[in-house]
Every structure is written in structure tokens, then in C-alpha cells.
């Protein structure tokens, strides 16, 4: 897209360019007479100074909506990766919430393997100092 942005940039700039080039050289062609030659150039320069005014709007209204479109997507970026981001921790935090719930689960299965085999030694022991 940008190649041909820039091939029609170069077609207008080049037709602007033959425009004027033309102009000149028809006037500079035309059986007139010096003051008529003049005013004619002065009337086709002003012409031609409006219509370079005009490209120079045209071109200044293209400018602002491309800035205007690029700050929209990027803050539509912005938006996505913020959501994105958001959608992770709370992924993360699951993820933690349940490490600890496990981490707890194993811990109080394990003390109550230890408790089970001091409950076991102690009785092992009073069994034998029965004997």
C-alpha cells in the first residue's frame, strides 16, 4: 500500500508539474504582446498558486486522518494487551491459589503420617516394655 501511496504521489506531483510547464510554455508561444503576456502569467501563476493551496489542504486533511487512524490502533493495541495481561494474572493467580491448596493438602497428610507413626512407635514401645 505504501508503494503505491507513493506512485500516486508522484502521478499527481508529475501531472502538477506537466500543468504548469504547459501553461508556461503556451504562454510563452501566444502571439501577444508584452503587457497582455504578463497579466496572462500573473492570472495562470494565481491559478496555479490556488491549486497548489488546494493539494496543500487535501494533503494536510490525509495527514491528520493517517495520525488520527494510527492513534486509534494503537490505542486499540494498547487496550488488547492490557486485557491480555489482565486475563494472565488472573490465570496466575488460579494457578498460585491452587499450588497452595495442594501445598496444604500435602501437609497435613504428611503430619498426620507422623502423628500415625509416632502413635506407632509409641505403642511399639509400650508394647515391649510390657514384655
Do not use: C, H, W
Not at 502571439?31 to 493551496?53: C, Q
Amino acid at each position: 500500500m505504501a508503494q503505491n501511496n507513493g506512485m500516486t504521489n508522484g502521478l499527481v506531483l508529475g501531472l502538477f508539474m506537466g500543468g504548469i510547464i504547459g501553461a508556461a510554455l503556451g504562454l510563452l508561444y501566444a502571439p501577444k504582446s508584452g503587457k497582455e503576456l504578463r497579466a496572462d502569467i500573473k492570472e495562470k501563476a494565481d491559478g496555479l498558486l490556488e491549486e497548489a493551496e488546494g493539494f496543500k489542504q487535501l494533503a494536510k486533511s490525509k495527514v491528520s486522518e493517517i495520525v488520527s487512524e494510527a492513534k486509534q490502533r494503537s490505542d486499540q493495541l494498547i487496550s488488547d494487551a492490557q486485557k491480555k495481561a489482565d486475563t494472565l494474572l488472573e490465570e496466575a493467580d488460579k494457578v498460585l491459589v491452587g499450588a497452595r491448596q495442594k501445598a496444604g493438602a500435602v501437609l497435613e497428610e504428611g503430619k498426620r503420617v507422623t502423628n500415625a507413626v509416632k502413635a506407632g512407635r509409641d505403642a511399639y514401645k509400650e508394647e515391649r516394655s510390657r514384655s
